[in-house]
C-alpha cells in the first residue's frame, strides 16, 4: 500500500516568512495530492490539491510543487501570517479504484508574531 | 450546505455501555467515511461506505459498528469499548469515494471511554 512521509514535524516561523513542508510518497500510482490544515480543535479542511499532470498549482499565498519523478511534493506557504498557525497533512490516493487516501505524520507550523 | 454534522460532540460511557455516533451530509455525496485521531496524529481510516454499501474495513475491531441507513445517513455503533479507544472519530463525505475528489470533514466526536 501507499506510504506518505512528512517533514518537518514540527516547524515555526517568523510572520512574514516563508514556510516550506515536504513529503514523500511511495507508490508510483498515486496521482492525486491534497493538503489538509487543522487548527487546534477544529476539522481537518482542503486548502489546495494537485493532481499528476501538473507539476505546480498556486492559489495566492499557498502553491504545491509535485515532482512525480522523485515522487515527492510540498507545500509553500508565503508571507506567512498568525491564523496559518495549525497542523498541515498532506496526503496521496492513487485514484480511481482505491478509495482509501493515505495520510502524512502531519506538521505542526507555529507562526511567531 | 457544505457541512458534514456530526452528533454528539462529545461522549464519555464506560466499557459496558452502548452508544451511537451520527453523521448526516446533505450535499448529495456518495462516499461517507469514519476515521479515528488520536492526539497529534493523523486520521486513520477505519470504514469506507460506496453508495450507501460498505466497501473498506480497515481490519476494525467488532466493538465498532458501522452502519448507512440512507445515502445521508452514516452511525458508528459502539459497545464494550476499551479506554484505548478514546479519540477523536472524524466523519467525512466526497463526491464518490476515491478518485480526486475532496473529503469535507465532519468537527468530530470526542469518545471518551472510563
Known amino acids: 500500500g501507499e506510504n506518505v512521509e512528512q517533514h518537518p514535524s514540527t516547524l515555526s516561523v517568523q510572520e512574514g516568512d516563508s514556510a516550506v513542508i515536504k513529503c514523500t510518497y511511495s507508490d508510483s500510482a498515486s496521482n492525486y495530492f491534497p493538503w489538509y490544515k487543522q487548527e487546534l480543535g477544529k476539522r481537518p479542511q482542503l486548502i489546495i490539491d494537485i493532481r499528476s499532470n501538473v507539476g505546480e498549482k498556486k492559489d495566492q499565498r499557498i502553491a504545491v510543487t509535485l515532482n512525480k519523478t522523485a515522487k515527492h511534493f510540498s507545500l509553500h506557504i508565503t508571507e506567512t501570517q498568525p491564523e496559518d498557525s495549525a497542523v498541515y497533512f498532506c496526503?496521496?490516493?492513487?485514484?480511481?479504484?482505491?478509495?482509501?487516501?493515505?495520510f502524512g505524520t502531519g506538521t505542526r507550523l507555529t507562526i511567531i508574531p | 450546505d457544505t457541512e458534514v454534522t456530526q452528533t454528539p460532540k462529545h461522549l464519555v460511557m464506560g466499557m459496558t455501555n452502548k452508544k451511537s455516533l451520527k453523521c448526516e451530509q446533505h450535499?448529495?455525496?456518495?462516499?461517507m467515511y469514519w476515521y479515528k485521531q488520536k492526539a497529534k496524529k493523523p486520521p486513520e481510516l477505519m470504514f469506507v461506505?460506496?453508495?450507501?454499501?460498505?466497501?473498506i474495513n480497515e481490519s476494525v475491531p467488532s466493538r465498532f459498528s458501522p452502519e448507512c441507513p440512507n445515502s445521508s445517513l452514516l452511525n458508528l455503533h459502539l459497545h464494550a469499548l476499551q479506554p484505548e479507544d478514546s479519540a477523536l472519530y472524524l466523519c467525512?463525505?466526497?463526491?464518490?469515494?476515491?478518485?480526486?475528489?475532496?473529503?469535507?470533514f465532519g468537527e468530530g466526536s470526542r469518545l471518551t471511554v472510563l
Open positions: 467525512a463525505s466526497s463526491q464518490v469515494a476515491g478518485g480526486t475528489g475532496e473529503l469535507f
Open positions: 461506505y460506496s453508495y450507501e454499501k460498505l466497501s
Open positions: 450535499m448529495g455525496h456518495r462516499a
Open positions: 496526503a496521496a490516493i492513487a485514484g480511481f479504484g482505491n478509495e482509501k487516501l493515505t
